[in-house]
């Protein structure tokens, strides 16, 4: 008969059993960074524009996603995955609600951008969690080109037009 301390010791030790071998161990520690870094490039960007939701929040929200999946998708159904997504899906919805401003003046909405960021952080958290780290490293290119490249490029054209980028001249 084993002593009260070697109960608790086998229990703290099955408590914290959920990363079993290496295989596993090394799938979370590549995983979960990868989410982290590929969320911060893009919150990155929202924060050097100074913008509500910056580089802890689009961290945060990629890293929260890929977590969801990792901790979901061990021996979890495909039915049962899918539901998981949707819940993530939809709570990132309400996230990026709060990150969208009506203004009174002039009926001016504003956060949209920021809003459908999270909204692509949080599928690219998904990707990573789900070990299509390439999937979600390519989604974030194509997403920091359409957040740079075209904010560059509609600058340009709003200057040629003498107004801002977000000035709809009326």
Known sequence: MEGWWEQIWTTVVEEFSDLADLKEWTRVTLRLPVAALLGALIGYDREARNKSAGLRTHMLVALGAAIFILTLQAGMAMENLSRVLHGIIAGIGFL??????KLQRDQEIHGL???????????????????????????????????????????????????TPYDTGE
């Not at 999937?135 to 920091?144: E, H, K, V």
């Open 96 to 101: 990026g609600a709060g990150a969208i401003l």
């Open 113 to 163: 951008t920021t809003a459908a960021s999270i909204w692509m952080t949080a599928a690219i958290g998904i990707a990573a969690g789900l070990g299509r780290e390439m999937t979600a490293t390519f989604s974030t290119g194509i997403t920091m080109f359409v957040l740079s490249g075209l904010y560059r490029l509609e600058s340009a054209v709003a200057a040629r037009k003498g107004r």
